[in-house]
């Protein structure tokens, strides 16, 4: 059986690459995919196949596919364009006889309103249409996406526009170990699975990074215009800034929570708490 990873040369899908190898998958049945092979050229030291395949282009991604039998797709990084690309990925999955496709998407990507969701929901129904035996991991935000403005937040506090919102992150090498787990199990087809950990407000994240590093941080709940306003300010490019703006309010109405019990399953074990995450990254 062959596994096909897309996205190998960024975080998540590297990191499922070397779950799927340290699951005791050949390293000659990982197939690492990415625009960029050169990124991949340590896994091909150690016997993984890496081919590449770019979103954009159809005819490499036809011939990255061919006699695989099972993939990851890792969703992309280039707002407004990622139902198409993820579409293009489906339709060769699709010519190229795959059984099954595992696709990495956001939570509550079918109802929620925040920009991010609107392309995962695209995905979503692309999948469904395309008669692909498919699995749904509806995963949370990364703990990583906290835990890496640490600096920032004992420096300025921290700011947001999630109000009392709980937000269900997880920390990303579970996220890929998850995705790995269902990727090579059975009975997981047509399944839509919340992979998220125990949810926390910014509040609680305020207090947690008090407690552990013993400052004094607090969370200033700001307007969604002037998260995004703080976010330009910073340096982060506008589609992103303003997509960071709306995930964070609709957070507030509850987009980003997730029960945290079918990552439990598919891990075997609790996951990894914000606490647990902010004290070992400190
Ligand atoms: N849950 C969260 O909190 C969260 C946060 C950020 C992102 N995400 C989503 O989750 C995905 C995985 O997260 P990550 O941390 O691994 O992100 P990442 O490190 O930025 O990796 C993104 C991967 O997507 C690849 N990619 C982008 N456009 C592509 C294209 N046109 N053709 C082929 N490959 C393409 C990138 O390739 P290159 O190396 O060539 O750029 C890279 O391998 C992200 O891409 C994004 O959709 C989720």
């Not at 280039?78 to 990925?89: I, K, L, N, P, S």
């Not at 199990?185 to 699975?193: F, P, S």
């Not at 703080?230 to 609709?250: C, H, I, R």
């Not at 507030?252 to 990552?263: I, K, N, V």
């Amino acid at each position: 059986m062959k596994y096909a990873v897309t996205g190998a040369t960024g975080h998540l899908g590297r990191l499922a690459v070397e779950a799927l190898l340290e699951r005791g998958v050949a390293p000659a049945d990982v197939v690492a995919l990415g625009r960029d092979t050169a990124k991949l050229d340590d896994l091909a030291d150690r016997g993984v196949q890496v081919r590449r395949a770019d979103y954009d282009d159809r005819a490499s991604l036809d011939a990255a596919l061919a006699g695989v039998d099972r993939v990851l797709l890792v969703s992309g990084t280039e707002f407004g364009r990622r139902v198409e690309q993820h579409t293009a990925v489906i339709e060769a999955a699709r010519a190229a006889g795959v059984a099954l496709l595992v696709y990495t998407s956001s939570p509550n990507a079918d109802t929620a309103s925040y920009t991010i969701a609107q392309e995962h929901r695209g995905t979503e129904q692309a999948l469904a249409a395309s008669g692909l035996p498919h699995v749904v991991l509806r995963n949370g935000w990364y703990l990583e996406n906290y835990t890496a403005q640490l600096p920032v937040y004992l420096e300025h506090g921290i700011v947001g526009a999630a109000g009392d919102g709980r937000i269900a992150a997880a920390a990303r090498p579970e996220l890929a170990e998850a995705a790995t787990v269902v990727l090579i199990g059975e009975g997981y087809a047509g399944q839509v699975l919340d992979l998220g950990g125990p949810a926390f407000t910014l509040t609680e994240l305020a207090a947690e990074v008090s407690a552990a590093s013993g400052r004094d941080v607090t969370y200033t709940d700001l307007p969604e215009a002037q998260l995004v306003e703080v976010l330009l300010g910073a340096g982060v490019p506008e589609p992103m800034a303003k997509a960071l703006g709306d995930s964070d309010a609709d957070a507030a109405r509850g987009a980003l929570y997730l029960e945290p019990t079918d990552l439990e399953k598919v891990l075997g074990r609790p996951a990894t708490t914000m606490p647990e995450a902010v004290r070992a990254a400190l």
